[in-house]
């Protein structure tokens, strides 16, 4: 699911539904601009064209205000400065809020960070960022603390800041042959690093749910009444298909960044990609990844034929593709139906009034258009 920023603009989204149009048209030349909106308002998780307006008439209605003294802690924290302006929201995910400040030194871009990403997983990330950029992909530079760490206690919150960057919006979906080919030669660029990895594979990427932790779900979201409860029933014998994929332990392990999604990347000038996020980096095999990376890039909202074939060729520029199997997928299937259990788990029980509106609308999407190992086979098919 796509997420709205917190300072939305309606020129904004029109530009993207103008430019999702371009893409309909490369494999359906009569497509309007009307099918183009709706498909835009759908990856926003609203209904329709008009809803997508009317929640963003309220967002600028309702901007959130940085708690006080926020930026100024983290300015301190991160020896960036004093204070010019007061700290602006720029869009709530699954970690929490990210928000803007600048001061005398910069401007800058502070992003919550889960509790497990660490100032060591965090530099294992930076060591993957600097060969990347060595190699020229582009990303932000992180913003350092006078303690030599990247992440810092900022009132009982794991922190990160960077350089603030001029960038462009994440692609749209389904992305067009020319980005898609641009993400290929992205993660080729990123493969042919192979900084090898002695650790495993994280557990989050592995962990398969017994039977039994999924129908006490389905009871839970039954109690809580919620109006999807019956949709996840439908669903769970999909679950169980994709978990009859198994992962076959790789040979070799190489450092990759194991979070490349859409939105994790922006578009600056010339269609150049920015690889924003870094912090979830670690072991996967080059088959493991692109498994994950195809049902991210080209799998939503539908399996993109045309953009697959332009991502293997992108790749295929630096680096040549490997055989792909079902089993290529099990990380990626691992990654999505714990993704989709903790979804449906927050929107049962949320921490808050925010992620109760996010994780409510991430289990609709995840069960409205649940991985399939029809999907993964066709991802299989050039």
Not at 148 to 171: A, D, Q, S, T, Y
Not at 254 to 270: A, H, I, K, S, T
Request: aromatic fraction near 8%.
């Amino acid at each position: 699911m796509k997420l709205l920023p917190d300072r939305p603009s309606i020129e904004y989204l029109r530009k993207e539904a103008k430019d999702l149009l371009a893409v309909l048209r490369e494999s359906t030349p009569g497509a309007s601009l009307a099918d183009a909106q709706r498909a835009l308002a759908a990856e926003y998780g609203v209904r329709d064209w008009p809803a997508l307006k009317a929640e963003v008439e309220r967002r600028a209605a309702d901007t959130p205000t940085a708690p006080e003294g926020l930026a100024e802690d983290l300015a301190e924290a991160f020896d960036l400065g004093t204070l010019t302006e007061p700290a602006k929201p720029v869009l709530f995910t699954a970690m929490g809020r990210c928000w803007e400040f600048r001061t005398d030194r910069g401007r800058w871009l502070a992003v919550t960070v889960y509790d497990w990403i660490t100032d060591e997983q965090a530099k294992l990330g930076a060591r993957l960022r600097d060969a990347a950029v060595a190699a020229g992909v582009a990303a932000p530079a992180a913003a350092i603390s006078p303690h030599g760490r990247l992440i810092e206690k900022v009132r009982g919150g794991n922190w990160r800041v960077h350089e603030w960057l001029e960038v462009g919006p994440e692609p749209v979906l389904p992305v067009s042959t020319a980005m898609a080919r641009r993400a290929g030669a992205l993660f080729g660029t990123l493969h042919a690093l192979a900084i090898p990895s002695d650790e495993p594979i994280h557990g989050y990427l592995t962990y398969r749910r017994s039977e039994a932790e999924w129908q006490h779900l389905l009871g839970r979201a039954r109690a809580a009444g919620k109006p999807w409860a019956e949709q996840l029933e439908a669903r769970l014998p999909v679950f169980r298909e994709l978990q009859a994929i198994e992962l076959e332990a790789p040979d070799e392990l190489m450092l990759c960044n194991r979070n490349l999604n859409p939105e994790n990347v922006r578009q600056g000038r010339d269609g150049e990609l920015t690889v924003m996020e870094w912090d979830f980096a670690g072991s996967l095999s080059p088959e493991l990844e692109l498994g994950s990376a195809l049902t991210q890039w080209l799998m939503r909202p539908h399996v993109n034929q045309r953009g697959l074939s332009a991502f293997r060729d992108g790749y295929g520029e630096v680096r040549e593709w490997p055989k792909l199997g079902l089993d290529s997928f099990a990380v990626a299937i691992s990654g999505w139906l714990n993704w989709t259990y903790n979804a449906i788990c927050e929107a049962i029980d949320p921490e808050d009034a925010e992620r109760a509106v996010f994780a409510e609308r991430e289990a609709v999407e995840v069960l409205d258009r649940p991985m399939t190992r029809g999907g993964l086979e066709q991802l299989l098919v050039v």
